[in-house]
Antibody, heavy 116, light 109 residues
Framework: QVQLQESGPGLVKPSETLSLTCAVS?????????WGWVRQPPGKGLEWIGS???????YYNPSLQSRVSISVDTSKNQFSLNLSSVTAADTAVYYC?????????WGQGTLVTVSS | EIVLTQSPGTLSLSPGESATLSCRAS???????LAWYQQKPGQTPRLLIY???NRATGIPDRFSGSGSGTDFTLTISRLEPEDFAVYYC??????????FGQGTKMEIK
């Protein structure tokens, strides 16, 4: 059974960098699939942030591209998200997930609040 | 970048009725790479339909998807109490990119 688990600070100060890690179990990241991040502001809809392929190629939402970086650590079977220069508008539940055309396995999500 | 617009924003129905949810794309969705998800409060999205009309594993046949190009529909027949949730459409496009619609909330009337 594929499982994903997000980890990272639940509170980030404005203008700082949000950093999250997604640990994957039950499947090797290097075996295939895209590994991505989706966020959901409180009471709002889903927004794709970006994804990384097994090869290390990255793809980002154009609206966030200038602030987003996703990387993978195959030795630890995990991938990470960095979102720089955060503001209150970046407050959301952040999900990591496995996907190709559709998103099939999701982490439980972690709430990140941007506040001083 | 393809934008997905879902309608209506909120749908009020009673158990036993049928629901029709719409998802319109700003450009044609290639290869009908259009999916539907259900999300209940405090839960992660659950894949219902992929490829516009194919039910995911374990999804009851009350759920059906249709459409092509820019117009897609999710139909839920004989609504059960557990069907009241938020529904999202999602497309996969070239580049590659992934886009979600803004959601339709289905509430009990």
């Amino acid at each position: 059974q594929v499982q994903l688990q997000e980890s990272g600070p639940g509170l980030v100060k404005p203008s700082e960098t949000l950093s999250l890690t997604c640990a994957v179990s039950g499947y090797s990241i290097s075996s295939g699939y895209y590994w991505g991040w989706v966020r959901q502001p409180p009471g709002k809809g889903l927004e794709w942030i970006g994804s990384i392929y097994q090869s290390g190629s990255t793809y980002y939402n154009p609206s966030l591209q200038s602030r987003v970086s996703i990387s993978v650590d195959t030795s630890k079977n995990q991938f990470s998200l960095n979102l720089s220069s955060v503001t209150a508008a970046d407050t959301a539940v952040y999900y990591c997930a496995r996907h190709i055309y559709t998103w099939d396995y999701w982490g439980q999500g972690t709430l990140v609040t941007v506040s001083s | 970048e393809i934008v997905l617009t879902q309608s209506p924003g909120t749908l009020s129905l009673s158990p036993g009725e049928s629901a029709t949810l719409s998802c319109r794309a700003s450009q044609s969705v290639s290869n009908n790479y259009l999916a539907w998800y259900q999300q209940k409060p405090g839960q992660t999205p659950r894949l219902l339909i992929y490829g516009a009309s194919n039910r995911a594993t374990g999804i009851p046949d009350r759920f059906s998807g249709s459409g092509s190009g820019t117009d897609f529909t999710l139909t839920i027949s004989r609504l059960e109490p557990e069907d009241f949730a938020v529904y999202y459409c999602q497309q996969y496009g070239s580049s590659p990119t992934w886009t979600f619609g803004q959601g339709t909330k289905m509430e009990i009337k």
